[in-house]
C-alpha cells in the first residue's frame, strides 16, 4: 500500500507529486523524506477506491480478458473432485448433525481448495475450522473424516476429544484444529521459522496459516504479522473473508480496507484475491509461496468469499440477513458453478461426467459414513492419557484409580454410566477388573 | 450456537428432581417474592421492602437468559451511561440474552464489538474508569484467557495502584461458563478458579433466573469489577417465576437452600442440581442403587449451600454450617487441582479442625490436562461430576 503512497497523495492534493518534490533529504537515518505539508494517509481513501482484487474467470467462468489461467490443466479437474467433494459431505454431516450425531460441521471450497492445490504436499499448514479441503486435497480420506466427525476410535486426530472438524494429521503436515481462534497465528510464525532453522527444509516448505477475517480482529493476528515479519520466516498467512463472523457482518468487523490493509502496515507482501475463483486463488497463492520460499519472508493473501452456510448447525443466519442475499450470492457468484463453466467451455468436462462424479461422491460418503457410525469410541482410559509424557503425576494416577473405583461400584448398575459405557471400545472394563 | 439443554430423561420410575423439575426453582409468584435477602430497588425509595409494597409485584416466568436479559434491560433504562457489548451481542448473542436490547435501547449502547476478548476487556476497563457503565460479554468462558491480562493485571489491580483515585467498579463482565454435555474441551470449561488470585475482582455465579437478575443488577451496580459467569446449561432449562421490578440479590453472600445437621454439601452453578439428586437418591436410593446405599446414610439430614460468589467467598456461612454439621463436601465442575474447592477447604479445616469428623471431600471434574478444565468431548458423562459421584462422595463423608 505504501508503493501506492505517492498516488494517493495525488489524488488528495489533485497535483502529481514526484520525489523531487521531497527537497529537504530524510529523516536522519531513514529514507523518510522531509516533507512541509501536513498530509494524512489511510487505507480508507476519500475516493472510495480500495485494494484491487486478482481475479481469471468471470462469473459465467470464462477467463476475463488479459488474465493468466494457470497450468498445469490436470491440477484444475482434480481441484474441481476435491471441491464438490466438500458440499456434498456438508450436506450429508449438516443433516446427521441435525438428528444430534454430531455437534457441528461447516464449510468453504474454492479457497480452501485452491490454495491447497497451490502448496507443496509438505508445507505445514495451521488451520482455523473450515479448511478440510486441504486434506482431502492432501490425500486424507474419507473414512479419517468420518471418524474425527464422530468421534470413534479411529479418530486419531482427536481421540474423541474434541469437536467435530477438529483434524489434525502430522502425516498430512496438518496441525491440530482449536476451537480458541487466533491462536495458530503467532504460532505460524514459529511453525515457519523452525522450517527456516532446519537444513533439510529450508527454501523447501513454507508454514501456511488460515484463519478468518473475524479472527484477524485478535491480538493473536497481529502478533503473529509482526512476529513473521521482523523474525524473518517462510510463512503464508491465508486469511478467508468470508463476510461474517457468526452473526457479525465485516463491515463491523474493520472500518479499514479488509485485511490485506494490514499486511503492508507489517511490511508484508500482500494480495487481495477473488476467494470465489478457484484459479485466481490458484495463481495468487502459487505466486505467494514462491516468494514465501524463495525470500524466506511473510506473504499475505487475502480471499474474498461468501459464507452461504450457517456458521454451524447450531446457528440459524436468518436471523441476521436475508435469505434473498444468501440466494443471490449462491446463483452469481458459485465458486463450484464457475469452475464447472469453465471446465465444460474447454470441454474438459460433461454432464455424465457431473452426473457420475456425483453419484460417487454420495455413495463413497455414504459408505464411510455407515462404516464410522458403527465404531465404537476409544477405550475409556484415554480420558486420561496424553496430559503428560513420561510418568504420569500422582494426582492423575489417583483421580483414574478414583474413576474406577467408582465404576466397580456403579459402573454395571447407575443406568446412565451402563448406558454410556457400551459406547467405548472395551465397555470400560479396563476399569473394572 | 444456542445451546439445547441436554438433560438426561429421569430414570424410569422415580420422579428424581432434574433442572426442569427441581424443587429448588420458584416456580410461583408467591414463592418467587419470598426469594431470601431480595433487596427491591424502587425509585425513590431504594432498598424498601416492606411487605405492602411486595403484594402488588408482579412476577413472569422466565429462563436464564430471558431473566439476564430483563437485568440489563433494567440497567440500560436507569443508568444512560450503561452500554452493553460483545462478539455478535447486537442480534441477540448467541445464546440469546442480549436478544431486543439493540433495536430497544439503540447500536450506540447495545453493539458488536470487533472479535477480541482481550480488546473487550480493555474497552470495558476504559469506559468503567470514565466512570461510566460497562456490561461485557465474553461469548464463552473458554475464551475469556485472551482477557486474561486485561481482568487480572488491570481491573483487579487499577484502583490498588492508583491509590483509590481510579477504579472500574463500573465494568461488568458476563461469560457463559461450565459443561452442556456436547461441548467439549472448548465450548465446557469452568475457568473460574483461575481469577481466584485476583484480589480486587469478584467472581458471581448465579444458579436460577431469578438469581441471575438479582445477582447480575448487584454486579452491574457494585462498586468493583465483577465476573459473572453464567452456567449455560441453565439458560433454557431453570425457569422461574422472576419478579419484574428492580431488584437485587447480595454479593457475597452464600444461599442455605435446605438445612441440615449431618453433612454440609457447598457448591454452585450447575452442580446445584446435581447435588439435589445425589441428596434425593440418598434418602429414597433407586432400586439400581439400593444395595449400595448404607441404611445408616439414608436418614442422615443434609444442608445444601449454593455459595453464589466464588471471590471474595461467604466464610461465615460456610463456617457456621460445618460447625454444625462436623462434615463437608464440595462440589465443581473445574478441575480439582487450583480448585475453588481446595482454597475452601483450607479455610474450613482451619477454622473448624476440632470440629470436623471427616476430611473435607472434593467431588470435580477430574484435571485432564495440569490445572486447566478440559471437558473430552466423547468422555463427559464421566468427567462431570454427576449425581452418582455426589452421592458416592456424600457417603464417603458421611461414614469416615
Ligand atoms: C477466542 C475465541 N473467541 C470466540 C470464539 C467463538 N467463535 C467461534 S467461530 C467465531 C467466528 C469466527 O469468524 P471468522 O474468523 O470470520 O471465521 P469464519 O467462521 O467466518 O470462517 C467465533 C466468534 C472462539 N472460538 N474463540
Ligand atoms: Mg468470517
Same mark, same amino acid.
Given at each position: 500500500m ?14 502529481k507529486r ?6 529537504h533529504g530524510?529523516?536522519?537515518h ?7 505539508d501536513l ?6 481513501r476519500?475516493d472510495?477506491?480500495q485494494?484491487p ?6 462469473s459465467?467462468g ?5 488474465s ?8 484444475i ?5 476435491t ?5 456434498t ?6 443433516s ?6 454430531i455437534?457441528?460441521?461447516?464449510g ?8 491447497a492445490a ?18 482431502l ?13 464422530? &468421534?470413534?476410535?479411529?479418530?486419531k486426530?482427536?481421540?474423541g476429544?474434541q469437536m ?17 481462534l @487466533?491462536t495458530?497465528?503467532?504460532q505460524?510464525?514459529?511453525v515457519?521459522?523452525a522450517?527456516?532453522?532446519d537444513?533439510?527444509r529450508?527454501g523447501?516448505d513454507c508454514? $501456511?496459516?488460515?484463519f478468518?477475517e473475524?479472527?484477524?480482529?485478535e491480538g493473536?493476528?497481529?502478533?503473529g ?13 491465508i486469511?478467508r473473508?468470508n463476510?461474517?463472523?457468526?452473526s457479525t ?7 479499514g ?6 499486511g503492508p ?7 487481495r484475491v ?9 495463481g495468487?497463492?502459487? %505466486?505467494?509461496?514462491r516468494?514465501c520460499?524463495q ?5 499475505l493473501?487475502e480471499?474474498?468469499?461468501y459464507?452461504? &452456510?450457517?456458521h ?11 435469505r434473498?442475499?444468501v ?6 457468484d458459485?465458486p ?5 463453466l469453465?471446465l465444460?467451455s474447454?470441454?474438459?468436462?460433461s454432464?455424465?461426467e ?8 454420495k455413495s463413497e460418503?455414504?459408505?464411510a459414513?455407515?462404516?464410522a457410525?458403527?465404531l465404537s469410541r476409544?477405550e475409556?482410559k484415554?480420558?486420561f ?9 500422582w ?7 478414583e474413576?474406577g473405583?467408582?465404576?466397580k461400584?456403579?459402573?454395571t448398575?447407575w443406568?446412565?454410566?451402563?448406558k454410556?459405557r457400551?459406547k467405548?471400545?472395551?465397555?470400560g472394563?479396563e476399569?473394572?477388573? | 450456537?444456542?445451546t439445547e439443554?441436554?438433560i ?5 420410575g ?5 433442572i426442569?423439575t427441581?424443587?429448588l426453582?420458584?416456580?410461583t409468584?408467591?414463592a418467587?417474592?419470598k ?7 424502587d425509585d ?7 411487605s405492602v409494597?411486595?403484594d ?7 429462563n436464564?437468559?430471558q431473566? $439476564?436479559?430483563?437485568?440489563m434491560?433494567i ?5 444512560e451511561?450503561a452500554?452493553v457489548?460483545?462478539e455478535d451481542?447486537a ?5 440469546r440474552?442480549?436478544m431486543?436490547?439493540?433495536?430497544e ?10 472479535l ?6 480493555g474497552?470495558g476497563i476504559?469506559?468503567?474508569a ?7 460479554e ?11 491480562d486485561?481482568?487480572v ?8 495502584r492508583s491509590?483509590g483515585?481510579?477504579?472500574v ?15 467439549g474441551?472448548y465450548?465446557s470449561?469452568?475457568p ?6 485476583a484480589?480486587g475482582?469478584k467472581?458471581?455465579i448465579?444458579r ?9 443488577l448487584?454486579?452491574i ?5 465483577v465476573?459473572?459467569? %453464567?452456567p449455560?446449561i441453565?439458560?433454557?432449562s @431453570?425457569? %422461574?417465576?422472576v ?6 440479590l447480595p ?8 438445612s441440615?445437621?449431618?453433612?454440609t454439601i457447598l457448591?454452585?452453578?450447575t ?5 439435589e439428586?445425589?441428596?434425593h437418591h440418598?434418602?429414597?436410593?433407586p432400586?439400581?442403587l439400593?444395595a449400595?446405599?448404607?441404611?445408616? $446414610?439414608?436418614s442422615a439430614?443434609v444442608?445444601?449451600?449454593d455459595l ?9 456461612t460456610?463456617?457456621k454450617?460445618v460447625?454444625?454439621?462436623?462434615r463437608?463436601?464440595?462440589v465443581?465442575e473445574?478441575?480439582?487441582t487450583g480448585g475453588?474447592?481446595g ?5 474450613i479445616?482451619k477454622r473448624?479442625?476440632?470440629?470436623l469428623?471427616?476430611p473435607v ?11 486447566s ?10 468427567y462431570i461430576?454427576d449425581?452418582v459421584?455426589?452421592l458416592d462422595g456424600i457417603?464417603?463423608?458421611l461414614?469416615?
Amino acid at each position: 500500500m505504501f508503493r501506492h503512497l505517492g498516488r494517493r497523495a495525488a489524488s488528495c492534493t489533485a497535483r502529481k507529486r514526484t520525489y523531487s518534490d521531497f527537497k529537504h533529504g530524510n529523516l536522519p537515518h531513514s529514507h523518510s523524506p522531509i516533507t512541509t505539508d501536513l498530509e494524512f494517509f489511510n487505507s480508507v481513501r476519500p475516493d472510495g477506491q480500495q485494494i484491487p482484487t486478482y481475479r481469471v474467470l468471470d462469473s459465467v467462468g470464462q477467463p476475463i480478458d488479459g488474465s493468466t489461467v494457470p497450468e498445469p490443466f490436470s491440477y484444475i479437474c482434480s481441484s474441481y473432485e476435491t471441491m464438490m467433494l466438500l458440499p456434498t459431505l456438508d450436506t450429508l454431516l449438516y443433516s446427521v448433525q441435525r438428528q444430534g450425531k454430531i455437534s457441528f460441521y461447516h464449510g468453504e471450497e474454492a479457497t480452501v481448495v485452491g490454495s491447497a492445490a497451490a502448496l507443496s504436499p509438505t508445507d505445514e499448514v495451521l488451520g482455523q475450522y473450515r479448511e478440510m479441503g486441504v486434506l482431502l486435497w492432501r490425500g486424507f480420506d474419507l473414512d479419517s473424516i468420518m471418524s474425527q466427525c464422530l &468421534g470413534n476410535k479411529e479418530d486419531k486426530a482427536t481421540k474423541g476429544r474434541q469437536m467435530p472438524v477438529h483434524f489434525g494429521s502430522p502425516q498430512h503436515h496438518f496441525h491440530t484444529i482449536s476451537s480458541p481462534l @487466533a491462536t495458530q497465528i503467532p504460532q505460524a510464525a514459529g511453525v515457519g521459522y523452525a522450517l527456516k532453522r532446519d537444513p533439510e527444509r529450508r527454501g523447501k516448505d513454507c508454514a $501456511v496459516c488460515y484463519f478468518g477475517e473475524g479472527a484477524a480482529s485478535e491480538g493473536d493476528f497481529h502478533a503473529g504479522m509482526l512476529l513473521a515479519s521482523t523474525i524473518p520466516s517462510p510463512t503464508l498467512f491465508i486469511v478467508r473473508n468470508n463476510g461474517f463472523a457468526i452473526s457479525t457482518p465485516s463491515s463491523e468487523q474493520y472500518y479499514g480496507d479488509g485485511i490485506a490493509a494490514r499486511g503492508p502496515g507489517y511490511g508484508i507482501d500482500t494480495i487481495r484475491v477473488d476467494g470465489n475463483d478457484i484459479l485466481a486463488v490458484l495463481g495468487a497463492v502459487r %505466486e505467494a509461496r514462491r516468494r514465501c520460499v524463495q525470500q524466506g519472508r511473510a506473504v499475505l493473501v487475502e480471499s474474498m468469499t461468501y459464507r452461504v &452456510g450457517h456458521h454451524s448447525t447450531s446457528d440459524d443466519s436468518f436471523a441476521y440477513r436475508a435469505r434473498q442475499e444468501v440466494e443471490d450470492r449462491k446463483k452469481v457468484d458459485n465458486p463450484v458453478s464457475r469452475l464447472r463453466l469453465f471446465l465444460e467451455s474447454r470441454k474438459w468436462w460433461s454432464d455424465d461426467e457431473e452426473t457420475e462424479l456425483k453419484a460417487r461422491l454420495k455413495s463413497e460418503i455414504l459408505t464411510a459414513f455407515k462404516r464410522a457410525e458403527n465404531l465404537s469410541r476409544w477405550e475409556l482410559k484415554e480420558l486420561f492419557s496424553d496430559v503428560y509424557a513420561g510418568d504420569e503425576p500422582w494426582n492423575l494416577r489417583e483421580q483414574r484409580e478414583e474413576l474406577g473405583e467408582l465404576l466397580k461400584k456403579y459402573g454395571t448398575v447407575w443406568e446412565p454410566w451402563k448406558k454410556e459405557r457400551e459406547k467405548f471400545n472395551g465397555s470400560g472394563d479396563e476399569f473394572l477388573s | 450456537m444456542s445451546t439445547e439443554a441436554a438433560i438426561e430423561p429421569p430414570p424410569a420410575g422415580g420422579h428424581v428432581p432434574s433442572i426442569a423439575t427441581s424443587t429448588l426453582l420458584r416456580s410461583t409468584r408467591e414463592a418467587a417474592l419470598k426469594t431470601p435477602s431480595i433487596r427491591w430497588c424502587d425509585d425513590p425509595q431504594v432498598g424498601s421492602s416492606s411487605s405492602v409494597l411486595v403484594d402488588s409485584r408482579e412476577t413472569r416466568k422466565m429462563n436464564t437468559y430471558q431473566a $439476564v436479559r430483563d437485568a440489563m434491560s433494567i440497567a440500560l433504562n436507569k443508568d444512560e451511561t450503561a452500554v452493553v457489548f460483545g462478539e455478535d451481542v447486537a442480534f441477540g448473542g448467541v445464546f440469546r440474552c442480549t436478544m431486543g436490547l439493540a433495536e430497544e435501547f439503540g447500536r450506540e449502547r447495545v453493539f458488536n464489538t470487533p472479535l477480541t476478548e482481550q480488546g473487550i476487556a480493555g474497552f470495558g476497563i476504559g469506559l468503567a474508569a470514565m466512570g461510566q457503565t460497562a456490561i461485557a460479554e465474553i461469548q464463552f468462558s473458554d475464551y475469556i484467557y485472551p482477557a486474561f491480562d486485561q481482568l487480572v493485571n488491570e481491573a483487579a489491580k487499577l484502583r490498588y495502584r492508583s491509590g483509590g483515585q481510579y477504579n472500574v467498579g463500573g465494568l461488568t463482565i458476563r461469560t457463559p461458563t461450565m459443561a452442556v454435555g456436547h461441548g467439549g474441551l472448548y465450548h465446557s470449561q469452568s475457568p473460574e478458579g483461575f481469577f481466584l488470585g485476583a484480589a480486587g475482582l469478584k467472581i458471581v455465579i448465579p444458579r436460577s433466573p431469578i438469581q441471575a437478575k438479582g445477582l447480575l443488577l448487584a454486579s452491574i451496580r457494585d462498586p468493583n469489577p465483577v465476573i459473572f459467569m %453464567e452456567p449455560k446449561i441453565l439458560y433454557r432449562s @431453570a425457569i %422461574e417465576q422472576v419478579p419484574l421490578d428492580d431488584y437485587e440479590l447480595p454479593l457475597s453472600q452464600a444461599e442455605i437452600l435446605t438445612s441440615g445437621s449431618d453433612l454440609t454439601i457447598l457448591t454452585y452453578g450447575t452442580p446445584v442440581y446435581t447435588c439435589e439428586t445425589a441428596i434425593h437418591h440418598l434418602s429414597q436410593p433407586p432400586p439400581s442403587l439400593d444395595a449400595l446405599i448404607p441404611q445408616s $446414610v439414608r436418614s442422615a439430614s443434609v444442608e445444601l449451600i449454593d455459595l453464589r460468589t466464588i471471590l471474595p467467598w461467604d466464610v461465615d456461612t460456610v463456617v457456621k454450617s460445618v460447625q454444625k454439621t462436623g462434615r463437608l463436601l464440595i462440589v465443581h465442575e473445574a478441575g480439582r487441582t487450583g480448585g475453588v474447592a481446595g482454597e475452601i477447604a483450607t479455610e474450613i479445616q482451619k477454622r473448624c479442625f476440632l470440629r470436623l469428623e471427616a476430611p473435607v471431600h472434593r467431588v470435580t471434574g477430574w484435571e485432564d490436562s495440569e490445572i486447566s478444565t478440559p471437558v473430552a468431548l466423547q468422555y463427559e458423562k464421566f468427567y462431570i461430576p454427576d449425581a452418582v459421584r455426589v452421592l458416592d462422595g456424600i457417603i464417603k463423608a458421611l461414614t469416615y
